[in-house]
């Protein structure tokens, strides 16, 4: 079966920095690109990173650049976010999530998704 699992969430105080990690399974990892969303409270999913299966290429939401960082381990299956210089409005659920079928969006749509991992930044 299809398995995302995230891990590295945490409660932080603003500038400090956090490593999300997801281990995926079921999945031919290698061939997928990978990417993270996030979910504020009274907010809708929203994307954040990717990272490509091919040229390792990323892409980042606006807010997020120059701190937040997407990288892959494929000898573990593994997607990460290393996230500098947190702010509390980076407090959100955040969700590993891989495609179920066609190419790449950064929609909601056709996605494999973990269960999350709850960032919090405090003021």
């Known amino acids: 079966q299809v398995q995302l699992v995230e891990s590295g969430g945490g409660l932080v105080q603003a500038g400090d920095s956090l490593r999300l990690s997801c281990v995926v399974s079921g999945l031919a990892f290698n061939r997928l690109t990978m990417g993270w969303f996030r979910q504020a409270p009274g907010k809708e999913r929203e994307f954040v990173a990717l990272i490509s299966w091919s040229t390792l290429d990323t892409y980042y939401t606006d807010p997020v650049k120059g701190r937040f960082i997407i990288s892959r381990d494929n000898a573990k299956n593994t997607v990460s976010l290393q996230m500098n210089s947190l702010k509390p409005e980076d407090t959100a659920v955040y969700y590993c999530?891989?495609?179920?079928?066609?190419?790449?969006?950064?929609?909601?749509?056709?996605?494999?998704w973990g269960q999350g991992t709850q960032v919090t930044v405090s003021s």
């Open positions: 999530a891989a495609p179920s079928t066609g190419f790449w969006t950064s929609s909601l749509d056709n996605k494999y």
